[in-house]
Structures are given as structure tokens and as C-alpha cells.
């Protein structure tokens, strides 16, 4: 399974992007799939996670009511849309993959991870 996350930039305060991973190797309808960043000094956290059929989704404080992630099992895709992007949410994006009916905020609980996709809001 290999995961590639794309959509990154470089965008302003209060602009919009949407982030895409793509799953190649399997099938994503077996997989939780969760969204993480991490900016430079910091460690890696969770941004948000959907299960399998996409009817559950999860969502970190700092980005509840802004973010919105989906899956299109079909495509073997999961994308984040991020509005209203502040300065704060500045940080490599990863995409990650858990063989397990249930999502997980910690980072170790997944098995697969793509390489990063960075994302730049300036004020």
C-alpha cells in the first residue's frame, strides 16, 4: 500500500485548499483513513479521520468547523478541504491509512503513511 498526498501551497489568511491522497496498492474501502501535520519544532498531530464508509468523521479542536475530509472509495482517494486557513495551520500535511474499523488520533496506530504535503499560510 503507498499513499500520495498532494494540494499543498502557498495561499493567505482565510484562503481555501484541498488536499488529496491517493491510495495505490489496495483498496481503500479497508482502511480508516486519518489526516495528521506537523510544523517545524512540533510534533506531528491529528487533523481528522473518517472511517470506512465515510459516514464517521473526527475532527481536531483547532479545525472543527473550518476542515471537512471525505472519501471516494471508488477513486481510492480522501481529501481535506481546509477553509478559512490561518497562519497556525502552517505545517506539513500527511495522509495515513489504519487497517481497523475504528479511527485513531495517535499517529503509531497507523500503518501506512504518504510523504507530506506542505502547506504555507501567510498572514
Known amino acids: 500500500v503507498q499513499l500520495q498526498a498532494s494540494g499543498g501551497g502557498v495561499v493567505q489568511t482565510g484562503d481555501s485548499l484541498t488536499l488529496s491522497c491517493k491510495l495505490t496498492?489496495?483498496?481503500?474501502?479497508?482502511?480508516?483513513m486519518g489526516w495528521f501535520r506537523q510544523a517545524p519544532g512540533r510534533e506531528r498531530e491529528f487533523v481528522s479521520g473518517i472511517g470506512w464508509s465515510g459516514t464517521m468523521t473526527h475532527y481536531a479542536d483547532s479545525v472543527k468547523g473550518r476542515f471537512t475530509i471525505s472519501r471516494d472509495n471508488a477513486k481510492n482517494t480522501v481529501y481535506l478541504q481546509m477553509n478559512s486557513l490561518k497562519p497556525e495551520d502552517t505545517a506539513v500535511y500527511f495522509c495515513?491509512?489504519?487497517?481497523?474499523?475504528?479511527?485513531?488520533?495517535?499517529?503509531?496506530?497507523?500503518?501506512?503513511w504518504g510523504q507530506g504535503t506542505e502547506v504555507t499560510v501567510s498572514s
Open positions: 495515513a491509512a489504519r487497517d481497523n474499523v475504528y479511527y485513531s488520533t495517535t499517529p503509531s496506530d497507523y500503518h501506512y
Open positions: 496498492g489496495g483498496t481503500l474501502s479497508s482502511f480508516t
